[in-house]
């Protein structure tokens, strides 16, 4: 079973305003074994609503639509739909009290405007709308079936979730989509293709796709079958292959983000982290304290911009900035140091580099970044060149410390003794 | 004149991937005085694609393209446009010498597979592709216009205003769209729209929208003429108009950030600032330093989580949290003005409160935190109660943060001695 999706929305058309309706759509779609063949975006005009209808009802058997159901006169997907199934709108009475109740409990009297959430084409089931005024629609026509949701996502979700998808799973067939995605940390997207393309393409049932996301590579598994258990063991074998394939790069196979990979970590091992950062100014603690319970494991930190502030907070010595400069590895390993002595952290992170746009050199140009890590052994440095802009070599940074943080753990464990080596993704 | 977008790529049919080609486009083709009449998303079969460019050539004169001239398989927009319009697709050996030597820089020989690449449709113009393989196309045919770019976002936009826009421009015609935006922190969504109504109701040409973004509310102000500097008058007249209604709360009518206005108040002001933050971990040092150079107003911030650390960073008594309790007016206070005057700061923030999703009680509810700003003659605190989740909180409360700073400065200036109530939108 395929569908299309239709946004309605003359705001969906400027610059200011994505569809992400059809992102939670898709993903339900798909959760019924439903694929999406097309998505159109149309603004409020009737004849371009009517004509976006008509071809997708000319393609497919399903049209899930958002969008245009509100009171006002640009809000005509009812009657679109009306004109081109050849089905009358009718005043329904019911739905008429249930707006008029719901103004009442607002402490307000329902505008004359709002009667048109009350027109109804013949034939129509309405999908309550426990969240809003106007209720959704669902109509069949020569075997094929429209829904209309409500534009507001809140309103869309639950009456997606709750009216529509019960409706449609006995339709859906037993064919359904199997899904698995993994993430790694320290591998370009070329090194995470060519470890991992002579495993998926001996599974050609397995769409494979493999996405970068600043400082992460991800790899999407989709299957669509109607021998569930088979699709589940086939998914499962491909993960364990893969994850051979990928090693430690891999930090999360049930969607997890890197920060709760780390914060799994700090308390199984029962440690802490104090950080010291002089170029991303606080986005390592800011994402260290993202996960909840946080304080756990992470007391503090200091972001010391200046070098003043270096030798104050984490003791490093002026005579180091001033013979190797601020941004070094020396300065680095010696903020680690000092931030996890102070803290009396378990471990210690410090960060310096530079993030542009100026302050950069041919010898220490703009993207590169010294990371260190220290514990009560002592400490090491890893040196890394991030491209992009400012944002981004802030963000590369933090997530390879946070990677740095991670692989400590799995190398404390295993003894691997290296750290991989430059990340340019 | 009018466009129709579409974006090729069966990855826009999942639930992972959004197009943010399109919303890049649509402000560009405005700005030239296109609009965009409707936007298609398909995957990647060659009928599918073929058929979304047959319906939007029926509908209208210019049709923007991005996704699909990649070197594999499924890359297939050149041929299924060249089949559509009738042309052969030819090896361009100059293409092919592009490639080569692109691939010749890095290091390594071209694959076969790029050679697809090099496939060109008859008659169609080159659009070159500095930052990456894939060249552009330009197409015409029965005096209609299609503009086929690649789908990663920095080639297709570095290659939409270096070689589209200039061969659009001539073409586009005498009506444009003439654009205002205003940004306000402080105010509700109703609050801006009860300020604001009887203004931008009087200008009907005028389309008017209210947007909502965590912590601010946007107005956008859209004006399509052929009268250029009637628009223009227009719309500054509503700018000063709008802008008296909301007074002090509109923070940029340029389309700065929140942190850019900060930094160009400390630097007007020859002021600094030191942060101490609890709950928002970093966040606010993390925005201040967004900006680049702001190391002249910035010198360095704590994230004491811990109540040992409060007292050891930034001399907040134990006894005050003991007695008051670590979420408490007066120890935002003593953060600001220990923070202040450790670091030797004009200003200091400090930054304390409950982000959830566990710690709350009926008197500490989960979303309340307090900020405190100190100068040299004191402190003063906001308490705030903010909705939403922890990330929403965090991000809330760095806003609120920010925009304190701001108005600092304006009630230096102006002498307004209250703060905004408590925000919550």
Known sequence: ?????????????????????????????????????????????????????????????????????????????????????????????SVLQNIEARFRRLGRSMPEVNKRQAMVPEGAELLENPRGTAPGLWLESAGRIVVLLPGPPHELKAMFTEKVEPRLEPMAGATRLFYREMRTAGLTESEVEQRTAPIYTQYPDVQTTILAAPGEIQLHLR????????????????IERIGFALGENVFTSNGQTLEEIVAREMAINQATVATAESCTGGLLAERLTRVPGSSSYFRGGVVCYSNDLKTAWTDVPAEL??????????????????????IGATLGIGITGIAGPSGGSPEKPIGLVYIALADANGSRDRALRFPGDRERIRWHASQAALDMLRRYFIYARHGKPSWPTVVQS
């Open 1 to 93: 079973m395929q569908a299309e999706i239709i946004a309605v929305g003359s705001e969906l058309l400027t610059p200011d305003r994505i569809d992400t309706n059809s992102l939670f759509l898709t993903q339900r779609l798909n959760h019924l074994g439903i694929a999406v063949a097309r998505k159109t975006l149309v603004g409020d005009q009737h004849d371009h609503v009517r004509d976006a209808f008509r071809s997708a009802l000319d393609r497919c058997d399903l049209v899930v639509a958002s969008g245009g159901l509100g009171p006002t006169l640009d809000d005509l997907t009812r009657e679109a739909v009306a004109e081109l199934l050849g089905r009358k709108l009718v005043l329904n009475s």
């Open 321 to 342: 900035i001033e013979s190797k400069g601020a941004v070094s590895p020396e300065v680095a390993q010696a903020l680690a140091q000092g931030i996890r002595r102070r």
């Open 223 to 238: 299957a669509w079958s109607s021998n569930h258990p088979a699709a589940e063991r086939m998914l499962d074998e491909m």
